[in-house]
């Protein structure tokens, strides 16, 4: 199901079940063959960047999934907006290493990468309030849904990880637990 695999990513955005996501390819190839930086490339240890679209998308299936009601809109709008925010925050930031990251020794690349994750954090704590105001609103089957959502929208993540780190290694991963 399309909702499933973007919660996760939509979390490491929007969603308290989400945790960072790192990237599993290494920053070899990165440049282009005139040793210009790739600005398509996947950067080592930063966490994926969905497109506006994606963030939309996945508002919207959430939504959906939830089943908001029109009572339940005047809590929806500021959480969805944090995740809407917080998407752009995420952009940003990750143009911002991925413009910088040529230049960066190993102890700057680290810090980077440590000021992204801090943000994230901080992002995660804004959208986690506005989210709990909305749960507190929802009835309880709706909150039963959610959980289950958010529970296995972080199982079929972690699964997604490994087999993406398991084929960038050339392996078979093993199913998540």
Do not use: C
Request: proline share 7%.
């Amino acid at each position: 199901m399309m909702f499933r695999r973007f919660l996760p990513a939509a979390a490491l955005l929007m969603l308290p079940a989400m945790a960072m996501a790192a990237d599993p390819q290494p920053t070899t190839g990165t440049q282009t063959e005139a040793g210009k930086p790739n600005p398509t490339a996947p950067l080592a240890h930063t966490p994926r960047d969905p497109a506006p679209e994606q963030v939309e998308a996945h508002i919207k299936a959430l939504h959906d999934q939830l089943g908001i009601t029109k009572k339940q809109e005047a809590l929806w709008a500021p959480f969805a907006q944090d995740m809407r925010d917080n998407a752009q925050r995420l952009h940003d930031a990750i143009e911002d290493r991925r413009s910088k990251l040529p230049t960066l020794n190993a102890v700057e690349n680290m810090q980077s990468y440590a000021d992204l994750v801090i943000e994230r954090a901080r992002d995660m704590q804004t959208l986690n309030t506005a989210f709990a105001s909305l749960y507190d609103s929802l009835s309880k089957k709706q909150r039963k849904h959610a959980d289950t959502l958010f529970r296995e929208g972080d199982s079929e993540h972690t699964a997604a990880q490994q087999a993406k780190a398991a084929d960038a290694q050339g392996t078979t991963a093993a199913p998540a637990q």
